[in-house]
Structure formats: structure tokens, C-alpha cells
């Protein structure tokens, strides 16, 4: 009779319930939408004001135009308010993912961008399932901070073209095609589109100081677009939108391209998923006792990913500005991020033909204006003064930011921090010459003191002995003067792992071969595995020289130096 079977069948019923509740919205959450409707409400409508241009904007950069930063923000706005882990996070089109989708759409042209916001759906709820959204917070801020200054600078860089009125020049590399649009305006300038989007950028950055709560931004393009009508400036214009978001399809989907298209998906994934906990994190600090669910939060961006595309949306990710705007307003709830998305979707069906005739360079300087403000001088500039190895990650990530693509500045950024905090921590390893006065097991007279001290030196490890520090110590131990008798003291060593193991089976190989005797002490619970199963300490062991005290491993080490002959016999009391 197998009575196993049964017991396993019913722990899987239970674990897929549980698992999936953990993602899941809850009640709580949705019955709070009810608490405060009309301050919420009123959030959300100052929200999609302020996210209306940079929808648009955010849409025309990435290449599917501006009804794709709408369906986008109306969309996944929707889904990740209701499904997301944060309450007060607000999802759409943003700068860094436009960053990333400029190269894919020059690759693989609009089917490429959707099938890849697919597949980072399914990415995204897969890393929700596998409960990875704690991790997500190990990212240095360093690493933070210089991928924004290079995403700031990337968003800047792909408004030149629009800004300066010229056709947008071929390529991926934002750097070179703002150096052609640039060439292009030399040749034949545009004043009306460049003054026009200096103008809305200006706007933007002194009203935004003078009043915060203000939305600078839609009032500035919606001057420029009346300006533009009323005197007839030749400028390009968004041109005609679609009166509605259209059926879901799947239709766009690049099955022949799924192999190369998994890797930009892994791109789109790891961003989304990190800008929107960084996201949801600033709207935990802004709040008074909001906090977020980070595994929750990446199923909500993934369903919105995964749905997005198929009304013809590109990738979104929480919106740092949008959500601070939303907590800013007195939001309580998911109903403002809802109803931001609603108010959206009303712009989308009844005033498509008002946007249409809303200018790109307006646009264009809307999203200067964001590029500049993404970056937070005065944090930087106390970056930078921290300590050297905080400004050396923060310039390098901004650097290959604008070099490479973002996912590979995060990768370097992170294995560079990696690298030198664990320089840091091997700095920290100290190899301590430590008096035998207090720890000589019985009373001894200040000769035989002398006499101890001259045969018998104690080292005391403090701090990790691994991979990254075993080698400095080698070379410490291995310059000990000539005694005869070298006791190592473990009791305040942190971790070992096997290079540090192996280290120290060397250093007492070389210690032994001088002539000298090696006794260990305070070896931790957890250190017997790594020193016993490479043979580090295993012939001190049967030679009976490893201890559980100082104290002991002296008296061991004294009886030798007195059986050698080193020392004199001690007295019989002694003995006795």
C-alpha cells in the first residue's frame, strides 16, 4: 500500500494556491480603491496631463509613433495598476525602455519591438512565479545612478534630429545619428523647430521649479501646437492617430525570429523589471507607510507587457516621474494609476485629431526637458565624493550606458562594484601579532615569559579568509621570523571557502618545512568542512596540535618546546 502518493498529490494542490495568491491582487488592496475616490481621481487626472506628452514623445522615439506611447500607457497602465505589488505606481512608455527598443526596431524592424515586449511578459511573470523580486534590490546605487545619468543622456541625444527639424538620420547609435542630425541643420537650419522646442524645454525647466504642481508640460505643448496653427509654422506634426486601440491581434508576431530575439527580450525583461522596483521603492520613501510587494509588482509589469503588444504597445515599465506626480497629488490607491489610464483611453477615442496636430519639436523639448531632469546633480556630486570606487562605477556605467546598451552597463556596472568591494573586503583581512601574557594557562615568572616569547609567536586571522584576500596572506605568513613555534588563532575569522583553505594548507606546508611548529585554535563550527575536506588542517589534527582554546594550544606548544630540548625542564610544580 503506498500511502506517499496522496500526501505529495495534496502538497502540490497546496503550493500552487499559495504561490499564486502571493502575486495576485488581493482584497485589501481593492477594496482601498474605495476609501478616497475623489482624491484619487483627481490624482489621476493630473497624472495623464502630465503623461500625455511624454506618451506621445516616448512613442514617436521608439519608432512605432505616438499611438504606441498611448496604447501603451493606457494599456499596461491599466493592467499594472490593478495587478502590480505597488499602489501608488504609475506604468507606461518610458525613456529607458525607449532606449533599449531603438536597436531592436532598427533590427527587426515593429514586429520585432511586439514580439519581444511578448516575450518579456513571459519573462517577467516567470521571474514573479520563481519569486525574484527581492533581488532586485541588491543593485548598487552607483550602478543606479550612473545608468540613469547615461539614459538621461541617451534621451537627450535622440531629440536632437526632432528638436532641430531634420529628417531622423539611419542608425542605432544615438551618439553618431545626433552628430548627422546636427551636420544636417548646419546645412540647412531649421530656426522655427529648434527655437520652438528650446522654447517648451525652457517652460518645462523654470516652471517645474517655480511651481512643481503645475503641469508645465502640457501647457507648453499645447501653446506650441496653437502657435504652430494659428501662424502657419513649418514644422512636422505627430500626424493622423487611429480613433480607438483596435482589436487584440497576434498577427505581428516574428515566430522565424524568436531565436535572435530572445536576447533583446532578456534586455527589455531586466529593465522593466529593475526601473520599475526602483520605481516602486521612490514611492515607498515618498509615502508614510506604503510599502510595495516586489514579486506582485513584476507579475503586473509582465501581464502588462504581455497584453501591450497586442493592441499594438511597446514594452512599458514603471514611470519614476509619473508615480512621483501621482503621490504628489494625494493618491491613495490604485484607483488614480486606473483612472490616469482611463482618462487616456478617453483622449484616444475623442481628440485624435487634436494630437495629431501637435508639433514634434513641442515634443521634443518636452523630453530634453525630462533628460535633464532624470539626473539629480546633487546626489551625484555626493557620489563622486563618497569614495573613489563609488565614482569609478557610476562613470563607467554612464559611460557604456552611452557605449553599449543598457543591460550590458548594468552587467559591467555590477561586476565591477563586485570587484571592488570584494577588494574592499580583502583589505579588511588582518594577520595580528597577539601577546602570550593573557592566555599562558598557569602563573610563570617574567624569565620564562621572556623565554616563551622568544620561541612562540600567536596570529590572530580577523575578518574573511577567501579567494580574494588568501593570497596577501600567504605572503604575511610566510615572512614570519625565525621561532619555533607558530600558533594561529581562528576564532575571529568570518567565512572561509576553499582557495582560503587551500592557502592555509599551503602556509602551514611552508611554516612546517622552516622547522616550525604549527598549532591552531578557535577553528568555528562551520570552518571544519572547507579546512577538513581539503586538507588544510588534517595533519595538525592527528598530530594533535588543533585546539579549541588559546590557553590549550599554548600549554601543547610549551610541553613541545620542553621535549625538544628548546626550553629548560620546567619545575616539578609545574609537571605535577
Keep these: 500500500m503506498n500511502v506517499r502518493a496522496p500526501r505529495g498529490r495534496s502538497r502540490g494542490r497546496s503550493v500552487l494556491p499559495a504561490r499564486l495568491r502571493a502575486i495576485l491582487p488581493d482584497r485589501d488592496g481593492l477594496a482601498a480603491m474605495a476609501r478616497h475616490p475623489r482624491r484619487d481621481l483627481l490624482a489621476g487626472l493630473t497624472v495623464a496631463i502630465v503623461a500625455l506628452p511624454l506618451a506621445l514623445g516616448f512613442g514617436i522615439s521608439s519608432g512605432l509613433g505616438a499611438e504606441a506611447g498611448l496604447v501603451t500607457a493606457v494599456v499596461a497602465g491599466a493592467l499594472a495598476a490593478v495587478f502590480g505589488g505597488s499602489a501608488l505606481q504609475v506604468s507606461g512608455p518610458t525613456g529607458a525602455m525607449t532606449v533599449v527598443l531603438v536597436p531592436i526596431m532598427h533590427a527587426h524592424g515593429a514586429s520585432g ?17 520563481a519569486r525574484a523580486g527581492r533581488y532586485m534590490a541588491l543593485v548598487p546605487a552607483p550602478v543606479v545612478e550612473g545608468f540613469t545619468i547615461g539614459i538621461a543622456c541617451v534621451i537627450g541625444l535622440q531629440q536632437v534630429p526632432a ?3 531634420v529628417p531622423t538620420p539611419d542608425g542605432d547609435k544615438v551618439v553618431l545619428v545626433a552628430w548627422q542630425a546636427v551636420t544636417e541643420f548646419a ?38 501646437t496653437a502657435a504652430a496653427e494659428l501662424v502657419e509654422l513649418p514644422v512636422a506634426r505627430i500626424g ?57 509588482e513584476l507579475f503586473g509589469q509582465g501581464l502588462a507587457n504581455l497584453v501591450a503588444p497586442l493592441f499594438g504597445g511597446v514594452p512599458a515599465t514603471g514611470a519614476i516621474a509619473r508615480t512621483a506626480v501621482n503621490v504628489r497629488s494625494g493618491a491613495s490607491s490604485r484607483l488614480a494609476a486606473l483612472a490616469h489610464a482611463a482618462i487616456l483611453a478617453v483622449i484616444v477615442f475623442s481628440a485624435a485629431g487634436l494630437v495629431a496636430r501637435i508639433p514634434l519639436a513641442a515634443l521634443a523639448g518636452v523630453l530634453l526637458a525630462t533628460a535633464v531632469r532624470m539626473v539629480e546633480v546633487g546626489s551625484v556630486k555626493a557620489m563622486l565624493r563618497s569614495t573613489r570606487a563609488d565614482a569609478v562605477v557610476l562613470v563607467l556605467t554612464a559611460a557604456a550606458t552611452l557605449a553599449l546598451d543598457l543591460v550590458a552597463a548594468v552587467i559591467l556596472g555590477l561586476v565591477v562594484a563586485g570587484a571592488l568591494a570584494l577588494r574592499a573586503i580583502a583589505r579588511d583581512v588582518r594577520l595580528d601579532v597577539m601577546p602570550l601574557h593573557p592566555d599562558l594557562p598557569d602563573d610563570h615568572s617574567d624569565e ?9 609567536v600567536a596570529y590572530r ?7 580574494a584576500a588568501a593570497h596577501r596572506f600567504l605572503l604575511e605568513l610566510s615572512e614570519v621570523a625565525d621561532v619555533s613555534v607558530v ?14 583553505a587551500l592557502v592555509l594548507g599551503d602556509a602551514i606546508a611552508r611554516l612546517e618545512r622552516r622547522g616550525i611548529a604549527v598549532y591552531v585554535s578557535g577553528i568555528r563550527d562551520g570552518h571544519h568542512q572547507p579546512l577538513q575536506a581539503l586538507g588544510a588542517v588534517a595533519r595538525l589534527d592527528r598530530a594533535g596540535r588543533v585546539f579549541a582554546s588559546t590557553p590549550e594550544a599554548i600549554a601543547a606548544a610549551r610541553h613541545h618546546l620542553h621535549s625538544a630540548g628548546i626550553l629548560p625542564p620546567p619545575p616539578e610544580n609545574a609537571l605535577a
Design 113 to 129: 519591438v511586439l514580439t519581444v515586449g511578448v516575450l518579456a511578459g513571459l519573462m517577467l511573470i516567470a521571474l514573479a512565479w
Design 163 to 165: 528638436a532641430l527639424g
Design 187 to 224: 546645412a540647412h537650419p531649421n530656426w522655427v523647430a529648434a527655437g520652438l522646442a528650446l522654447v517648451v524645454a525652457a517652460v518645462m525647466l523654470a516652471g517645474g521649479r517655480w511651481r512643481p504642481g503645475v503641469p508645465f508640460s502640457l501647457l507648453a505643448v499645447a501653446a506650441a
Design 240 to 296: 493622423e492617430l487611429p480613433a480607438g486601440l483596435g482589436a487584440p491581434s497576434l498577427a505581428f508576431l516574428d515566430v522565424g525570429a524568436l531565436g535572435s530575439l530572445i536576447a533583446p527580450a532578456v534586455a527589455v525583461a531586466a529593465l522593466a523589471g529593475l526601473e520599475s522596483l526602483l520605481s516602486a521603492a521612490v514611492a515607498d520613501g515618498m509615502s508614510v507607510s506604503h510599502r510595495h510587494d516586489p514579486d506582485r
Design 448 to 456: 620564562e615569559h621572556a623565554l616563551l616569547a622568544e620561541h612562540i
Design 461 to 467: 586571522l580577523d575578518g574573511p579568509l577567501f579567494f
Design 487 to 500: 600558533i594561529l588563532r581562528m576564532s575571529r575569522v568570518t567565512t572561509i571557502d576553499a582557495s582560503g
